[in-house]
């Protein structure tokens, strides 16, 4: 029987639950392919399902998406060099957005005589031949190492995987050459109980003490989050903390997640770092968060006590990051969530039940309402019929089922969207947690595949601005749609062009040459604009439901047909074409404010 360190790489994977590999597989792949094979002829359903991505960054973001719901890392193979490189943006993403993802890439091989099976066989092989192919990706990566034996292969991945599972999670990069990827091994196992990650970290008992104190006392308490609801269970541990403290406030600064539901009165919604209890707030928690608050715009009172928990409070991948927190401590938001509740309600209990705390409530409850009325209000048609970015979304809320995941890549529009959205289920609302454009398309499929896989199918939406559509590498994520039946829908906001741009550049020059022309002359606009709706059926072989809306009535009579071809089994794709008051811009003020 052959038994190559290939095989046992795919052994060792599924061994330690990686059930999906996201391949885009090349010429150091021999052994790999011949692994594949045998494995799907002999391990009869005990084997990893092999998803062929005609593009690496649509291969990590499908792996990046599955992860991110379920927390069970999955695996991507690239080719070589080149195979890495073009993983691009992607890994960027997954180190930012917390993602435990496996990525192993082949090696050109090292022996050029045929001394070992797996010699050079190409011309290739030379040109592929470089000095350190790990310091590709090695400054995002938890951890990288080369597979330089066959006789270890398990303990390497599962070394990495240790990484990729254990807070902060991230991507992990295995490398190795054909050579020792060809290599016979005698079978064997390791035993998996040795291989968990690092188990989570709790707050002293003196910084439960000092954080529920200072919570209770405080006159306008907030809390600002970012990854919490990763884990889901920890949702409610945070909701447990506003009952508690009531009048506690909680912001959504978009690390990925859904954290806080919009059901609750301390509900502030998510926005990326400027919000204006920010200013206001006497004690501010910020917990499992990157960007608490932007200094430049928003930046919270002098006298302010800050705690900062965190599983990175150091941020050691930023060069330059430092909030003024009283106390930082690297502890587990849910373990550390949980220690408050339980200080609160035994130590603190006959405070927290004060009839000040019931006065608080009523009045928290009264501004949320107010809050959610004005939301509605956004979401309106103007004289012509046409819709911005909160008609929209309300729409698609009104629609989709109920437990919709959504998957969201917005840009400069999220806010809107997540107004709108309302999530309240953990899980539920999911996004790039990163700046690299292009996510959500193989984010959306992994989502969804994710679902599936694990028994708890839900309806999944794709809400993706038309530039980073682009970015998303359609052409392979509706053919990877197609070719795998992995029905999900598709709404691009098509606001003809970049609208980042424009608001960066308005923030540092607000009166600038700039500020006076339009995208076109801003070189940020898509001006003639693509069928986005059509790239799409295009790399399906027409395989999917695609159409284009303008106006209200056209939303109204589309939204419901593309949503009834999903929940049937096909992928939909509509261009949902905005206007707003400023129309020459495509999206008008929401472009600029998001």
């Not at 991110?68 to 930012?96: E, F, M, W, Y």
């Not at 690092?198 to 003196?206: D, G, K, Q, R, T």
């Not at 509605?376 to 629609?399: I, R, S, W």
């Not at 609208?499 to 002359?521: C, F, I, Q, T």
Request: proline share 6%; aromatic share 8%.
């Amino acid at each position: 029987m052959v038994y190559t360190a290939s095989f046992a790489f795919f052994e060792a994977i599924w061994e330690a639950g990686v059930t999906h590999v996201f391949v885009n597989l090349g010429s150091d792949h021999p052994s790999i392919i011949e692994a594949i094979v045998k494995g799907q002829n002999e391990k009869k359903g005990q084997f990893p399902r092999i998803i062929t991505c005609p593009n690496e960054m649509v291969a990590l973001s499908m792996a990046d998406g599955y992860a991110r719901l379920t927390g069970k890392p999955q695996c991507v193979i690239v080719h070589v060099d080149v195979g890495t490189q073009g993983l691009g943006a992607a890994v960027h993403n997954a180190s930012c957005g917390r993602a435990p993802v496996l990525i192993f890439a082949g090696l050109s091989p090292f022996t050029i005589e045929g001394e070992m099976r797996g010699s050079r066989t190409e011309y290739i092989h030379w040109i592929q031949d470089i000095p350190d192919q790990k310091q590709i990706v090695a400054q995002y990566c938890r951890y990288t190492g080369e597979i330089k034996s066959g006789k270890n292969v398990k303990q390497l991945v599962n070394r990495a995987l240790s990484f990729a599972k254990s807070d902060p999670q991230g991507p992990v990069y295995l490398c190795g050459a054909r050579e020792p990827m060809e290599e016979d091994l005698t079978p064997y196992q390791l035993k998996q109980e040795y291989w968990n990650p690092v188990e989570p970290a709790a707050l002293p008992p003196s910084g439960v003490k000092m954080i529920a104190e200072a919570l209770v006392n405080a006159q306008q308490p907030l809390a600002i989050v970012g990854y919490t609801g990763r884990k889901h269970a920890a949702v409610q541990e945070l909701v447990d903390l506003a009952n508690n403290v009531k009048g506690l406030r909680v912001l959504d600064t978009g690390g990925s997640d859904m954290c806080f539901p919009a059901n609750h009165p301390g509900w502030l919604g998510l926005r990326y770092g400027i919000e204006a209890n920010i200013k206001s707030a006497d004690v501010i928690l910020v917990m499992d968060c990157d960007v608490p608050w932007i200094h430049t715009q928003c930046p919270p009172s002098e006298t302010a006590k800050i705690f900062h928990i965190d599983v990175d409070p150091l941020k050691q991948q930023m060069p330059v990051y430092y909030i003024n927190a009283l106390k930082r401590y690297r502890a587990d938001s849910y373990t550390s969530l949980q220690q408050l509740n339980s200080h609160l309600t035994t130590a603190l209990k006959d405070k927290i039940t004060s009839s000040l705390f019931t006065d608080r409530w009523t009045a928290l409850q009264s501004s949320h309402k107010q809050k959610l009325e004005t939301i509605a209000a956004e979401a309106v048609v103007d004289e012509n019929g046409h819709f911005g970015t909160p008609y929209l979304t309300a729409q698609l809320k009104k629609y989709c089922p109920a437990d919709t995941i959504w998957a969201i890549e917005a840009v400069t529009q999220t806010a809107f969207v997540a107004d709108q959205i309302q999530a309240t289920l953990p899980g539920s609302w999911i996004n790039c947690g990163g700046g690299g454009l292009g996510w959500s398309g193989g984010g959306a499929l992994g989502i969804k595949l994710a679902t599936d896989t694990e028994g708890k199918a839900k309806f999944v939406c794709q809400i993706v601005g038309d530039g980073t559509y682009l970015f998303s590498v359609p052409g392979s994520v509706y053919w990877i749609s197609n070719r795998y039946k992995i029905p999900v829908l598709t709404i691009v906001l098509n606001n003809q062009g970049w609208n980042a741009p424009r608001k960066s550049m308005l923030l540092v020059h607000p009166d600038g040459e700039g500020s006076k022309v339009d995208n076109v002359e801003l070189n940020i606009s898509f001006k003639p604009t693509p069928d986005y709706a059509g790239i799409a059926k295009a790399a399906a072989g027409g395989e999917i439901w695609a159409a284009s809306a303008s106006t209200a009535d056209e939303l109204g009579k589309l939204l419901p047909e593309a949503i009834k071809e999903v929940l049937g089994g096909r992928t939909a794709v509509l261009d949902a074409q905005l206007q707003g008051p400023e129309g020459k811009y495509g999206g008008g003020k929401a472009a600029l404010i998001g």
